[in-house]
């Protein structure tokens, strides 16, 4: 794991899982207003793909 800086705060990077980096969406949302930041999330539709896939 690393973390970058953005605006003075700490972002976490998770790189070890293979060529895929993700970055913590609760430290971005933590960084910001959390309900915008996480709404705008959950409304993507990449993000209800992945949430209704893992029902099945």
Sequence with gaps: MSKIIIEGKDIT???SRGD???ISLTDIAK???ESIVIGKWLSLKHTINILVS???
Excluded: A, V
Aim: proline share 0%.
């Design 31 to 33: 960084s910001q207003n």
């Design 20 to 22: 895929n980096d993700y």
């Design 13 to 15: 990077i998770d790189n």
């Design 54 to 56: 893992g029902k099945r």
